[in-house]
Nanobody, 126 residues
Framework: QVRLVESGGGSVQEGGSLTLTCTVSGLTFGDYVMGWFRQLPGKDLEAVSTISKSGGSVFGSISTKGRFTISRDNAKNTVSLRMNSLAPDDTAMYYC???????????????????WGQGTQVTVFS
């Protein structure tokens, strides 16, 4: 059974930082592109950041570039999202997702991701 379990969400003051971690089991982690997505209130799910199988390539959304950093540890089957300079507009449910891919590339389309975690809430207050 494939499981993706997110942790690290919570409430933080504007300008603060959080690190989200996703622990994955039930699949060969190194065969999967990993990503973080978020759903803002009333909005569609959007890609925040994704990372290739080896970790050598990353994608970051324009709104989070320079503030959020994705990383993965293939030995521990984890993917993390370090979020700095958080703003109220970052308030959302954040989801970890996995996509099998033959190539060591990043992906941005949520339709390519097969497995999803249950989500973790991030709330930024001013």
């Amino acid at each position: 059974q494939v499981r993706l379990v997110e942790s690290g969400g919570g409430s933080v003051q504007e300008g603060g930082s959080l690190t989200l971690t996703c622990t994955v089991s039930g699949l060969t982690f190194g065969d999967y592109v990993m990503g973080w997505f978020r759903q803002l209130p009333g909005k569609d799910l959007e890609a925040v950041s994704t990372i290739s199988k080896s970790g050598g390539s990353v994608f970051g959304s324009i709104s989070t570039k320079g503030r959020f950093t994705i990383s993965r540890d293939n030995a521990k089957n984890t993917v993390s999202l370090r979020m700095n300079s958080l703003a109220p507009d970052d308030t959302a449910m954040y989801y970890c997702a996995a996509a099998y891919n033959e190539y060591d590339v990043t992906l941005t389309s949520k339709s390519r991701f097969t497995y999803w975690g249950q989500g973790t809430q991030v709330t930024v207050f001013s």
